[in-house]
Antibody, heavy 119, light 107 residues
């Protein structure tokens, strides 16, 4: 069964850091571009970042550039998101999601992990 | 960035009704348009990709149409389990962007 499982969400102070992980199983992880998508409480979906299958291409939403770093370990079927200088507006459920190729949809999502930025 | 605008933002319909949700892109995205269903507390689930292709396992009462800038998601014969939020998303260019969502309620 294809599965994505996020972890690492927590309550963190403004200005703090957090590292999210996403464990993949049931498919060939190294074939897919991986993404982080977030959803603030009661709000819509917002794409955060993507990393190509071999980590050659990395993209970020403008509001995350310079603060967030996406990475992956294909040997361990894992995706990561290092989040620094966190702000209250980063409070959200963070989902990892896979995309097979450019132009393809997010066809599999994890269950999400909650990040709360508050003092 | 490509802006995606959905309408309506919410609707209420009865079981058995036909429901239509529209999505408009701020520029031509050919058929790079996807639809997701999200139930409370759950992750989004892909329903339709490439404007009109039904994802495996999705009931056939869901259908999509459109190209260019205007797209439609139709639910034929609305069922109680279809109560959810629905989002369109363009995959034509980076950054991928979502519509603001449509909340479907069952009367």
């Amino acid at each position: 069964e294809v599965q994505l499982a996020e972890s690492g969400g927590d309550l963190v102070n403004p200005g703090g850091s957090l590292r999210l992980s996403c464990a993949a199983s049931g498919f060939t992880f190294s074939d897919y571009t991986m993404n982080w998508v977030r959803q603030a409480p009661g709000k819509g979906l917002e794409w955060v970042s993507s990393i190509s299958s071999s980590s050659s291409y990395i993209y970020y939403a403008d509001s995350m550039k310079g603060r967030f770093t996406i990475s992956r370990d294909n040997a361990k079927n894992s995706l990561f998101l290092q989040m620094n200088s966190l702000r209250a507006e980063d409070t959200a459920v963070y989902y990892c999601a896979r995309v097979f190729a450019s132009g393809s949809p997010f066809d599999c999502w994890g269950q999400g992990t909650l990040v709360t930025v508050s003092s | 960035d490509i802006q995606m605008t959905q309408s309506p933002s919410s609707l209420s319909a009865s079981v058995g009704d036909r429901v239509t949700i529209t999505c408009r892109a701020s520029q031509n995205i050919t058929r790079y348009l996807n639809w997701y269903q999200q139930k409370p507390g759950k992750a989004p689930n892909l329903l339709i990709y490439a404007a009109s292709s039904l994802q495996s396992g999705v009931p056939s009462r869901f259908s999509g149409s459109g190209s260019g800038t205007d797209f439609t998601l139709t639910i034929n014969s609305l069922q109680p389990e279809d109560s959810a939020a629905y989002y369109c998303q363009q995959s034509d260019s980076i950054p991928p962007t979502f519509g603001q969502g449509t909340k479907v309620e069952i009367k």
